[in-house]
């Protein structure tokens, strides 16, 4: 069964600074990885999908990155802004393309 | 935009009530999900459809049934609630065979049962 984690749980960072967010997966046979923005009481929103063949995707300051032999995924946030606090979730899909296996996510603060 | 719509937004029920969660989306996508979320166990995946008039289990499936008649429509039926069942639920849907695709998902319901 896979399973997916993510460390830190939660990260305090002042605004401006460079961070890296890691996801860890179990099984390496997977069809793809997503990584997901969820603000406070709202619903996931898509930020970056890697396919299990690329190593990595990026979208403005965010950058992902996926080694599938490893079982690691980094989210790459460069310059913080405070408008980036929230939780941060990732979830690897199976080679059957049906299910998706979450992480517990990380939850973001980023101080002015 | 309507995207991925979900009802009611909050729902308190008692032990052994039933209710259905309603989803919608209006994106024609042929995938529709649902999870539901609750503290340190990250999403967890209940039912999943790859189109109309199919349905299949997820990771989490007793308690909860689910039909898929038209293409929108996606609801998840609690027959007799249980405490255990208290939890936010998230609808999330794709395009169909698209295991390239990003899901989307719904702004979710959270559900107490007393």
């Known amino acids: 069964k896979q399973e997916v984690t993510q460390i830190p749980a939660a990260l305090s960072v002042p605004e401006g600074e460079n961070l890296v967010l890691n996801c860890s997966f179990t099984?390496?046979?997977?069809?793809?990885l997503q990584w997901f923005r969820q603000d406070p009481g709202k619903g996931l929103t898509s930020l970056l999908l890697i396919q299990s063949s690329q190593r990595e995707q990026t979208s403005g300051r965010l950058n992902a990155s996926l080694d599938k032999s490893s079982g690691r995924s980094t989210l790459y946030i460069a310059a913080s802004q405070p408008g980036d606090s929230a939780t941060y979730l990732c979830a690897v899909k199976d080679n059957a393309g049906n299910m998706l296996t979450f992480g517990g996510g990380t939850r973001l603060m980023v101080k002015p | 935009n309507a995207g991925v719509t979900q009802t009611p937004k909050f729902q308190v029920l008692k032990t052994g009530q039933s209710m259905t969660l309603q989803c919608a989306q209006d994106m024609n996508h042929e995938y529709m999900s649902w999870y539901r979320q609750d503290p340190g166990m990250g999403l967890r995946l209940i039912h999943y459809s790859v189109g109309a008039g199919i349905t299949d289990q997820g990771e989490v499936p007793n308690g909860y049934n689910v039909s898929r008649s038209t293409t929108e429509d996606f609801p998840l039926r609690l027959l007799s609630a249980a405490p255990s069942q208290t939890s936010v639920y998230f609808c999330?849907?794709?395009?169909?065979?698209?295991?390239?695709?990003?899901?989307?998902f719904g702004e979710g319901s959270r559900l107490t049962v007393l």
């Open positions: 999330a849907s794709s395009r169909a065979g698209a295991k390239h695709r990003e899901l989307f």
């Open positions: 099984d390496s046979a997977i069809y793809n």
